[in-house]
C-alpha cells in the first residue's frame, strides 16, 4: 500500500554531501517507521539508517553516525538522509524502506516496503 521513491542520489567528491529524499505515497506516512539502507553488487544490503514514525527516535550504523544524519518531515510524507564527509566506499545503491513495526529495525526483513533504489557515487 506504501510506495516508495527516493532522489538526491549523484556523484560527489570525497569529503562533499548529499542529501537523499524519499517521498511517500499510497497511504499514510505517519504511520510508518523508516529506514536507510544501501548495496554493492554481490554484497549484503546494508543498515545505515531509521527513524520512528511514533516518537521520532533515530538510530544509526556505527559506520555513518556521525556522518550521516535521518530525518521526517510527514507535511511533505518525506524521509531524508542527510550524507557528510562522504568517503568511496560509501558509493551504493541507495534504498528507503517502510516498516510497520518499530522492532529490529537494522534488519532488512523488517521492511515492508521499499524504494527502487538512487545511486551515490563517491570519487577520490
Known amino acids: 500500500q506504501v510506495q516508495l521513491a527516493e532522489s538526491g542520489g549523484g556523484l560527489v567528491q570525497a569529503g562533499g554531501s548529499l542529501r537523499l529524499s524519499c517521498v511517500a505515497s499510497?497511504?499514510?506516512?505517519?504511520?510508518?517507521?523508516m529506514g536507510w539502507f544501501r548495496q554493492v553488487p554481490g554484497k549484503e544490503r546494508e543498515f545505515l539508517a531509521a527513524?520512528?514514525?511514533?516518537?521520532?527516535?533515530?538510530y544509526y550504523a556505527g559506520s555513518v553516525r556521525g556522518r550521516f544524519t535521518i530525518s521526517r518531515d510527514n507535511a511533505k510524507n518525506t524521509v531524508y538522509l542527510q550524507m557528510n564527509s562522504l568517503k568511496p566506499e560509501d558509493t551504493a545503491v541507495y534504498y528507503c524502506?517502510?516498516?510497520?513495526?518499530?522492532?529490529?529495525?537494522?534488519?532488512?526483513?523488517?521492511?515492508?516496503?521499499w524504494g527502487q533504489g538512487t545511486q551515490v557515487t563517491v570519487s577520490s
Open positions: 524502506a517502510a516498516a510497520t513495526t518499530s522492532s529490529r529495525l537494522a534488519l532488512m526483513r523488517t521492511y515492508d516496503y
Open positions: 499510497g497511504r499514510t506516512f505517519s504511520g510508518s517507521n
Open positions: 527513524i520512528t514514525w511514533s516518537d521520532f527516535t533515530t
